[in-house]
């Protein structure tokens, strides 16, 4: 009884307390490290390479989210879909469109076998260590 009570008392302080973080911005639970590969099939440009996390089965977008928070070369855009959700639109200021036929398409690189994502940024869970690659590409 105790115990739950203190509990109770230490939560609501952690949600009180000003300027303390969200419990997903918390390095102590983003306990999922994943990596994200961005490039370009379209001009080739050089690929870059960023480090982020998750936590326990947080989703891709908050991933970038909070890598785009803690990386100022990263940043992106997304629109909404009224059927499935975040459209991610553009990625360090480069965006798609279907004037061009341009997409960014997410695949996962596991292991040794990369795989093209069947749902979009705000429905996959990242694995530890798996290679999120942004590609920009024609279809
Ligand atoms: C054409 C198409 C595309 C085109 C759309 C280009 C265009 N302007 O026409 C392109 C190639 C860009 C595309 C991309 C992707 N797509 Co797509 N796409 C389709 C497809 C074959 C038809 C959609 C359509 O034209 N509907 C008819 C129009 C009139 O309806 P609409 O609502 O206006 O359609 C829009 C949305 O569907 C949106 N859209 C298309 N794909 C996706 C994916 C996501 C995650 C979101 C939020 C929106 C979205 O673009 C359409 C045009 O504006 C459907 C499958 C199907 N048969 O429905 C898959 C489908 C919608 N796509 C899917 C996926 C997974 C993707 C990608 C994530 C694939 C990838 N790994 O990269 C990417 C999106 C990445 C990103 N940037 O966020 C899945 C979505 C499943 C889900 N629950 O998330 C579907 C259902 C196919 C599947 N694999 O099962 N796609
Ligand atoms: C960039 O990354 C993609 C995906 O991993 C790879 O296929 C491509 O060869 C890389 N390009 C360069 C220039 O390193
Ligand atoms: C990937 O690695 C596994 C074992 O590590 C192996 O069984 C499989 O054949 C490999 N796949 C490819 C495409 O190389």
Do not use: H
Request: aromatic share 10%.
């Amino acid at each position: 009884m105790m115990n739950r009570a203190f509990l109770s008392v230490a939560l609501l302080l952690l949600v009180l307390l000003p300027g303390a973080p969200a419990r997903e911005d918390s390095p102590e639970y983003c306990v999922t490290p994943f990596s994200i590969l961005v490039s370009n099939s379209v001009t080739n440009a050089p690929n870059k390479t960023y480090s982020t996390c998750v936590v326990y089965r947080g989703i891709l977008l908050k991933g970038m989210r909070r890598l785009q928070k803690t990386n100022k070369g990263f940043r992106f855009t997304y629109t909404e879909d009224p059927t499935y959700g975040p459209y991610l639109q553009s990625v360090n200021g480069l965006k798609g469109n279907t004037k061009d036929r341009t997409y960014w398409e997410l695949l996962v690189k596991q292991a040794n076998e990369t795989i093209r994502l069947n749902v979009g940024i705000g429905a996959f869970i990242p694995s530890e260590n798996d290679q999120i690659i942004l590609n920009f590409k024609e279809y």
